[in-house]
Structures are given as C-alpha cells and as structure tokens.
C-alpha cells in the first residue's frame, strides 16, 4: 500500500510543535513507518519541498512577505490536505504580540493565521498541542476517521473566541477544563465562571477547542471500555446497580445520603488504589459555594462529604494534581458535563499530557440541573422563604428540590419551579446519571441513607467490589422499580435537552452536539 506524501513546514515558528511531536518516543517510530515524510527540518536531510503531496502541515504564522505568502499559496496548490498546526498557524498565537524588535529579525512585525490566506483543512490549536495530540491527529488521518477528526474542521478560524464567548452564549457549564488546560494560567474563577487576564493569553486557543460546550460529539455514545457484560439501558451502559451506605459513623453523619462516594474514595486511598482524588469542599468565605481541592489521605476525605448545588470547577487543578502533585491515579467526581469534559480531554488531549493514563477512577454524580451561586442564593430566599444560613442540607427527590432547615422543618419546591434558576448551560444536556464514569451515584431510586450506585466499567467494579469485601460500603441489589424510576428521569432530561437544542438552533445560537 502506498504510503501518503507528508511535509512539515515551518514558518515562524519556535519548532515547539514538531518537538512535541518528537516527544512521542517509541510511538514516533511506529507512525513514521506508515507516512513517507519527504520534507521535514528536523528530520529529513531533503531541503526541497515535493511537488505533490497528500498531507502538509504547517508550523508557524505567515509573515507578511512575498516569500512567506507565496509559500503557502505553494502549499496550498501541491497539497491534498493542508493543516494549521499548533496556535501560531491557527491563530496567530504569541505572534500577536510580536512588534518589530522583540524578534530576531525585526523587519517581520506582522503574522498572519494561516486560514486567512488559504484554504486549511485541518487545523490543530494548542501552544504547542500535547504529543498525544498530534499522534492521535495521524493516526485518526491515516485511518481515514473523519468522524475523529471533524473537530479539526469546525474549528477553523473559530479559536480566538476563546472561553469568554462560551459564557456569552449561555453554554458554560463551569467544569473547570478551561482553567486546567490553560498553557499561561491565565483563566482563572470567580463564583464557578472563568475570567481570562487577556494581558496573559497568548491565543492558543486550547481553552474553547477543550471546552465541553464548543462541540461535543459523542452525547449518548457512551463506553469507556469494551461492551462486554453491559446492559444497554435509558441510563447508559452498565454492569451492575446497587443500594449502598458507607458503614463509616463519621462519614455517615457527614454524607448527603449513604456516603458512598467518600467511602469508595477511602477505600481507593487506602489501598493505594489511588494517589489522589479531585472533590468539592465547601468554600470557607461563602457558604454553599463549593470550591475544588485535591485530597492525598482518606483522612482528609471527610471535609469534602456532603453535596453542593452550585457550581464548582472541579477540574481546574487537573494539571497541579498530575504535575505538580505528580498523580499517576487520580480519582474524580463531577457532574455528567464535567466527565464530558474529562472524556473530550481524553479524546483531544490537547493541553495536558497523558491524562488518560492517569485517571484511575470517575465517579458521576446525578444531576437534574446546577446553579449558579447567585441564583441559588436567590431562590432559597424567593422561593424557599429561608436565608442560606439557616439551611442545614438540601437534595433532590421525585418531583421536588427539598430544604431541610436547622430547625428541623422540611421546604419542597417543585423541580418545575426550579429550573427557572438553573444555569442555563443545565437546559441542553442529556445526561442524568454521568453515562461516561465509571461509577455513577444518587439519592434517587434508594430509600433514605443509601445511595444509588450503578457501576458501568470493569475499573468501576473493580473498585466497588473490593469496597464492600474490605467493608467499606453495605450494599443490596437495586430492585426493577427504583431502576424504571431512575430511567424515566433520564428520558425526561434527555427530552428536554433535545427540545432546547432544537431552540437554539432556530435561534442561531451556538449549540455544542455534533
């Protein structure tokens, strides 16, 4: 079989993405053997670009000059595919602020994206994109996966939005991803949302391609491993579905039903299982806020006990935890849209290295719907008639958001009424039980003090059986009426969420679903 004629060009660039690339050691080799590179600086000796070739890509923004233009037209005519690789051909990235002398040749103080000159088929943001990345990008190429690489596509032109045009849109979702990828620390949160310090971003545009709610193309197909043992269902795919409390009294008294997220997370710490977990804590300077924490003991788990319903990046230390922590098992829990934002990282890792590897377990949370701060600030007082403070905990029934006061008193408010202050992001999502984790927990179809736990992956199962061995977590079978509960409240979010995509589209609105 004939190999594809491959060229890596480079403009003004830093050679940062062809040394990522470079960085995929012994998978470097293997994609090498499939593709005939005729033209590559820093790894072919040839210095004379073919005169046909089927892949082209290019590293580095355009100067404005008659040899850098007359290149890519060049290109552009010998090339089947052209791509824009990493955020100075795709954006123009720190190009943007080059300004005569901070180069070294200070005549070129003008750079240009190179979509804005020819036709780019693919382009690849990122400063650089992580090696994972670009491999991913051949191999998808080479197999001809155009369903894999249709991102690239869309994309086009579309990175310097950046993440603020997502919160304009009524699309964020606060996940935090934008914060974790983001190459400069230049995002950073103020109650749930992200704020960028422009003065810091160098248009990478790695924070919108990463972003949940930029596109998201796999809604509903859902498996993270092989479909062996799994029951499809309205509540995704899964293995096993149980009733469970932690047999913990610290945890029991401290957990929101039946504890079981912190006792599964103990377990995992304890038998090194895990080396750390991603949870939510509640804010020291505003009750009800939560705020992310990455937790190392299972002494440390019970501070993080408990359910917030307001928003909470959960994922923006997802790179200090495999960084500067250096987990190489991390265990997660986030709501059904913070593990789609887990699971595009996955399958785009663009701007953390080797995640995949090093998530040991995901935990999903159900969720009807979040808040923002504000707004459930707001409705605890409108509608609830109780201040925040005199809230001992509140959670989700049949039919009714529920608040228990500190003086015993009980206040339902119809999830009808509710939705009018959830976030807006909340109205298209499909998701009730977090169809992409490994374990999903809720209070919904169990009797009070035990959790819903549906176990979906064999890592999952793993896990749990090992808890309820070493006498972590008690556990009884789901019966066939609390499951038909919980999958006609999937049915209805999901028939929600497609009603209000469909809004949006005859409004022109941004909608993320492929």
């Given at each position: 079989?004939?190999?594809?004629?491959?060229?890596?060009?480079?403009?003004?660039?830093?050679?940062?993405?062809?040394?990522?690339?470079?960085?995929?050691?012994?998978?470097?080799?293997?994609?090498?053997?499939?593709?005939?590179?005729?033209?590559?600086?820093?790894?072919?000796?040839?210095?004379?670009?073919?005169?046909?070739?089927?892949?082209t890509i290019i590293e580095g923004g355009c100067a404005i000059t008659?040899?850098?233009?007359?290149?890519?037209?060049?290109?552009?005519?010998?090339?089947?595919?052209?791509?824009?690789?990493?955020?100075?051909?795709?954006?123009?990235?720190?190009?943007?602020?080059?300004?005569?002398?901070?180069?070294?040749?200070?005549?070129?103080?003008?750079?240009?994206?190179?979509?804005?000159?020819?036709?780019?088929?693919?382009?690849?943001?990122?400063?650089?994109?992580?090696?994972?990345?670009?491999?991913?990008?051949?191999?998808?190429?080479?197999?001809?996966?155009?369903?894999?690489?249709?991102?690239?596509?869309?994309?086009?032109?579309?990175?310097?939005?950046?993440?603020?045009?997502?919160?304009?849109?009524?699309?964020?979702?606060?996940?935090?991803?934008?914060?974790?990828?983001?190459?400069?620390?230049?995002?950073?949160?103020?109650?749930?949302?992200?704020?960028?310090?422009?003065?810091?971003?160098?248009?990478?545009?790695?924070?919108?391609?990463?972003?949940?709610?930029?596109?998201?193309?796999?809604?509903?197909?859902?498996?993270?491993?092989?479909?062996?043992?799994?029951?499809?269902?309205?509540?995704?795919?899964?293995?096993?579905?149980?009733?469970?409390?932690?047999?913990?009294?610290?945890?029991?008294?401290?957990a929101q039903t039946g504890g079981a997220v912190t006792s599964i997370?103990?377990?995992?710490?304890?038998?090194?299982?895990?080396?750390?977990?991603?949870?939510?804590?509640?804010?020291?300077?505003?009750?009800?806020?939560?705020?992310?924490?990455?937790?190392?003991?299972?002494?440390?788990?019970?501070?993080?006990?408990?359910?917030?319903?307001?928003?909470?990046?959960?994922?923006?230390?997802?790179?200090?935890?495999?960084?500067?922590?250096?987990?190489?098992?991390?265990?997660?829990?986030?709501?059904?849209?913070?593990?789609?934002?887990?699971?595009?990282?996955?399958?785009?890792?663009?701007?953390?290295?080797?995640?995949?590897?090093?998530?040991?377990?995901?935990?999903?949370?159900?969720?009807?719907?979040?808040?923002?701060?504000?707004?459930?600030?707001?409705?605890?007082?409108?509608?609830?008639?109780?201040?925040?403070?005199?809230?001992?905990?509140?959670d989700i029934g049949v039919g009714n958001f529920n608040i228990y006061?500190?003086?015993?008193?009980?206040?339902?408010?119809?999830?009808?009424?509710?939705?009018?202050?959830?976030?807006?992001?909340?109205?298209?999502?499909?998701?009730?039980?977090?169809?992409?984790?490994?374990?999903?927990?809720?209070?919904?179809?169990?009797?009070?003090?035990?959790?819903?736990?549906?176990?979906?992956?064999?890592?999952?199962?793993?896990?749990?059986?090992?808890?309820?061995?070493?006498?972590?977590?008690?556990?009884?079978?789901?019966?066939?009426?609390?499951?038909?509960?919980?999958?006609?409240?999937?049915?209805?979010?999901?028939?929600?969420?497609?009603?209000?995509?469909?809004?949006?589209?005859?409004?022109?609105?941004?909608?993320?679903?492929?």
């Open positions: 079989m004939k190999k594809p004629v491959v060229a890596w060009v480079e403009l003004s660039a830093c050679s940062g993405c062809s040394i990522s690339f470079l960085d995929n050691y012994k998978d470097m080799f293997s994609i090498l053997d499939k593709l005939d590179l005729q033209y590559c600086t820093l790894l072919t000796d040839n210095r004379v670009i073919p005169k046909k070739i089927d892949l008659d040899e850098h233009i007359q290149l890519v037209r060049c290109l552009r005519d010998r090339s089947s595919v052209i791509v824009a690789m990493g955020a100075c051909a795709e954006t123009g990235g720190v190009l943007n602020y080059a300004e005569g002398n901070q180069m070294p040749m200070p005549e070129l103080d003008a750079f240009l994206p190179i979509h804005t000159l020819i036709e780019v088929d693919y382009a690849i943001p990122g400063c650089p994109p992580a090696p994972e990345a670009i491999l991913k990008f051949l191999e998808a190429y080479l197999s001809k996966n155009t369903r894999y690489l249709a991102p690239y596509k869309s994309i086009i032109g579309k990175s310097e939005g950046k993440i603020r045009d997502i919160v304009k849109m009524g699309l964020c979702v606060s996940c935090g991803i934008c914060g974790a990828t983001c190459p400069t620390n230049a995002i950073s949160f103020v109650e749930g949302k992200p704020v960028i310090r422009d003065e810091y971003c160098i248009l990478c545009g790695e924070c919108y391609f990463q972003c949940p709610r930029s596109f998201f193309c796999d809604v509903k197909a859902i498996n993270l491993t092989s479909k062996k043992n799994t029951k499809p269902s309205a509540i995704g795919e899964y293995i096993e579905a149980y009733a469970m409390r932690t047999t913990n009294h610290a945890i029991k008294k401290a997370f103990a377990y995992g710490l304890d038998n090194k299982l895990l080396d750390g977990v991603l949870v939510s804590r509640n804010s020291e300077n505003n009750i009800w806020m939560g705020e992310p924490i990455i937790i190392t003991s299972s002494e440390d788990l019970l501070q993080t006990a408990g359910t917030r319903y307001s928003v909470s990046p959960i994922l923006s230390p997802l790179k200090t935890a495999i960084t500067s922590y250096g987990l190489t098992k991390l265990g997660v829990v986030g709501l059904p849209c913070q593990h789609e934002a887990l699971k595009k990282l996955c399958d785009y890792p663009l701007g953390i290295r080797h995640v995949s590897s090093k998530i040991a377990l995901r935990i999903g949370l159900f969720c009807t719907s979040n808040f923002r701060y504000n707004a459930f600030i707001k409705m605890l007082e409108e509608v609830g008639g109780i201040r925040p403070e005199d809230v001992n905990k509140v006061s500190v003086t015993g008193e009980v206040i339902h408010i119809p999830l009808k009424v509710v939705h009018n202050y959830e976030q807006e992001s909340c109205k298209i999502c499909p998701d009730f039980t977090s169809e992409f984790a490994d374990i999903s927990v809720g209070s919904i179809g169990s009797s009070d003090k035990w959790s819903t736990v549906i176990v979906r992956t064999e890592q999952g199962k793993t896990i749990i059986d090992g808890a309820i061995e070493e006498g972590y977590l008690q556990s009884k079978d789901l019966d066939e009426k609390s499951l038909s509960l919980i999958e006609d409240i999937a049915l209805k979010k999901n028939k929600k969420g497609n009603k209000y995509v469909k809004i949006r589209n005859e409004y022109g609105l941004l909608v993320p679903f492929c």
